[in-house]
């Protein structure tokens, strides 16, 4: 039961994030907007574009976890390390110039 437990609480947090990340709900803003999809539309068409919506971010989170967890299994503790600098890095990088063309525009 403790593995049912602690699957359900790492859904759940994935979840949160997945849900709350401002990147994905823009995302999701900017491709109803340019599908024309307004409050005005059938309810087995919303159905559908919710359920469309799912399985895509299921399916996108599956493979990324998936892949994640073949790298770490890959690379033992001492390259996690390593990676998780790299990686780090990159994304302070890519941080630092969104901030640098924000004020040059």
Not at 16 to 45: K, Q
Not at 56 to 72: F, N
Request: glycine residues 14%.
């Amino acid at each position: 039961m403790p593995d049912n437990a602690g699957g359900f609480r790492m859904f759940a947090a994935f979840f949160a994030v997945g849900i709350t990340n401002p990147a994905a709900i823009l995302t999701f803003l900017f491709a109803f907007s340019w599908f024309g999809i307004d409050g005005r539309i059938e309810p087995a068409d919303g159905i559908g574009l919710v359920c469309g919506v799912f399985i895509g971010t299921y399916i996108w989170w599956g493979t990324l976890s998936g892949v994640v967890t073949l790298l770490k299994k890959k690379a033992g503790n001492s390259h996690l390390s390593a990676m998780n600098r790299i990686f780090g890095t990159i994304l302070i990088l890519f941080g630092a110039v969104v901030l640098v063309r924000s004020f040059l525009h």
